[in-house]
């Protein structure tokens, strides 16, 4: 048997103070009403982080306001677009240290922090620092003005990630911005606000607030907050849309999704698995856009679900810091318990549970990749975001009905076509109400590509020149 | 073992056409997810006793190879006594499963071999080109089985495939199993070598070892070590999926053997990662899978020394063969 001995990163690669305030105008404030952030896969704490309260809000936007009135508007584009670069690059040269981090307080392995994310934190970075001054060239005429602070709320399956997808073209454009991670993954942001003082970043042009939902909704409330960033569900989402209604705040929401990765009788099978794998087991399923419905066509459902299940049989879960896990813990027990429940509630709607035969770490919070057959288009499981590596499994028979299929859900962020005939992908392409739509492939992210969904998976786009408009006048 | 009947395969009658049609039915290979696996793969993190029991596994798995113009015999005695005795120095060292030689050095190797469990291959039927007549193909394999080989390593024909002749490659491929043949009714192993580099699409290879498998390989190699692309990981990820997928079709269970440019320890513990998670654990014997190779076993040899004394020896404590 060829077993692999555990090959662990080092945790001593990172070193999290004891506990952290909030980073308001260049430096960190006293810790206060701080609350333990853990290690989801252990359950250890690793840091006391502020419970931010409507003052540290206040003194956020405020320094915000002030470095983007007599800093950040007055430098040119050249300037901020530097600083961008010193960022980017700062961000490689500790590349390992935020990997680490990113794991030990996500749950999610280091392959995933090492090889994906990361890396893209870095390339958002350093593809938006080109555009700092080329403004004048993305189609909204000469000098296009920012909108002034930026209020962002991060979510936490890709901390660090997110606070690039929202920080870096916020900042190229010319906004300053207060940014709220989520309450159970703040760590890397915080680091984030290290890298920003090493790299000698103007005071206030980034601010870091941390805290639960409350912080967040004061954040949005501020009366001098011009323009809201959400990357979250949909429910908040929508109380986020209510709450800024009527004023002349602008918003992205980028909200949940139930992508359907759609899968033909003439696709690649064996790359179809893959995809199937990584579109809903990557980063424990805890994405937006999640492959978590897969549309089989019935001819080759036998086939396709028995190799499926062979592939999942070899999905390495447990230590997330084990070079060769796969799958980590689940962020937090109320994640968990949501995934338990939905996935409770797909059975008892008659949907059929599988999973591999996978030993579970004792502490920490776990679930296996899951597959729930049978599934109709009415179950709970078909209709619901799971968010987590569960994925529901339904047929068709004609193309048509796979559309119809897949267009049946109130989101609409990604889709996935798996067919060796070019015209079908572009057709189909066509026909799914679907932002991002992925052949052939899934979970493809880059820096250059816009990404956003329809209906209720929110609106505004992030990424590209696309993402940039989000972060000027007279573009949304 | 259970016996093939190839028509139930096929479904049909054995003809150039219907050959033509199975093949092609076969599911395409997406050359990007392909080798974005195999890259995912190559990123497993194997480390002390797992790397200790991959570096023997990959020893015990090695076809050491000397394939030149200049072989000579006592090139060939020199490579055999280095197999019998891979590291002097640790006799705990396991042997390679074969010496893979061209046929006339056969005799050479069995002699030096004496009574060892290294098997002796040879290559066969106008290696490596492939480019010469039925008949002296045939006469090539009966040779080198004559001689005592216990393994042939065959070349399929690749302008007869790449131009759509399969019954002609097919029959060829059942030509040479037959040559195998000993007077005992016993069969020399046959490999049956489809160079990859020249078929040059996945979907190719893919229909090659269908091909070869349906006509009674016991064996597919990727390549002669001649061509310009030799083994590369996602061939021999294909391969592997298509050795396992005929297995769950037939429970017949076939061989892999990438051969040319595996040279280091880490190249190779990338391909047993391979067997494990796409074939599983059935595939990970000698048996079944075999690295065609030369410089490797140096390379391995040295790392396991590094394991088992902590520090490197540098290539002046292992044999030059």
Known sequence: MFEYAPAPESKDLVKFQDSYGHFIGGKFTKPSATYQTINPATEQDLAGISHGTAKDVDAAVKAARNAYEKTWSKLDGATRGKYLYRIARIIQERARELAVA???????????????????????????????????????GPNPAAHGVAAQIVPWNFPLMML?????????AGNTVILKPAETTPLTALLFAEICQQAELPDGVVNIVTGFGDTGAMLVDHKDVNKVAFTGSTDVGRLIAKQIAGTNKKATLELGGKAANIVFEDAALDQAVEGIV?????????????????????????????????????????????????????NSKAQLNKIEKLVKQGVKEG??????????????????????????????????????????????????????????SPYGLSAGIWTEKGSRILKLADQLNAGVVWANTYNQFDPASPFGGFKESGYGREGGRHGLLSYLKGAN | MPIIDPEAIVGSRITNQNLSRWLHSLPGVDKVGLEARAAALSTRSIKTTSKAWALDMAISMMDLTTLEGADTKERVRSLCLKALTPDPDDLTTPQPAAICVYGDMVKHAKEALGK??????????????????????????????????DEIDMVIDRGAFLS??????????????????????SHAHLKVILETGELETYDNIRRASYLAMLAGADFIKTSTGKVSVNATLPTTLLMLEAVRD??????????????????TSKDAIKYLVVVKEIAGEKWLTPKYFRFGASSLLNDVLMQRQKLSTGHYSGRDYVSVD
């Open chain 1, 102 to 140: 990113e794991t030990l307080n996500n749950g999610k392995p280091i392959k995933e922090t090492r090889d994906v994310d990361i890396p893209l934190v870095a390339s958002w970075f350093f593809y938006y620092a080109g555009w700092a001054d080329k403004l004048d060239y993305a189609g909204l």
């Open chain 1, 164 to 172: 690039a997808w929202k920080i870096a073209p916020a900042l190229a």
């Open chain 1, 278 to 330: 990584n579109g809903i087991f990557f980063n424990q399923g805890h994405v937006c856009c999640a492959g978590s419905r897969l549309l089989v066509q019935e001819s080759v459902q036998d086939v396709l679900l028995k190799k499926l299940k062979r592939r999942m049989e070899t999905i390495r879960l447990g230590d997330p810091m084990d070079k060769n896990t796969d799958i980590g813990a689940i």
């Open chain 1, 351 to 408: 949907g059929e549970r599988w999973a591999p035969n996978c030993p579970m770490p004792k502490n920490g919070f776990w679930f296996a990749p899951t597959l729930i057959t049978g599934v109709s288009p009415a179950n709970t499981v078909a209709r619901e975001e799971i968010f987590g590596p569960v994925l529901s499994v339904m047929t068709f028979r004609t193309p048509a009905e796979a559309v119809a299929k897949a267009n049946n």
């Open chain 2, 116 to 149: 060892s469990k290294i098997q002796v291959a040879a290559v066969a039927t106008a290696f490596p080109s492939g480019r010469a007549s039925l008949a002296v193909k045939l006469l090539d394999t009966k040779d080198a089985v004559n001689a005592g080989a």
């Open chain 2, 164 to 185: 759509g002749q399969y019954l002609e490659v097919y029959k060829l491929i059942q030509a040479v199993k037959k040559a195998c043949e000993r007077k005992d009714g």
């Open chain 2, 246 to 263: 005929w297995y769950d079709e037939t429970k017949i269970q076939i061989g892999v053997k990438p051969a040319g440019g595996i040279r």
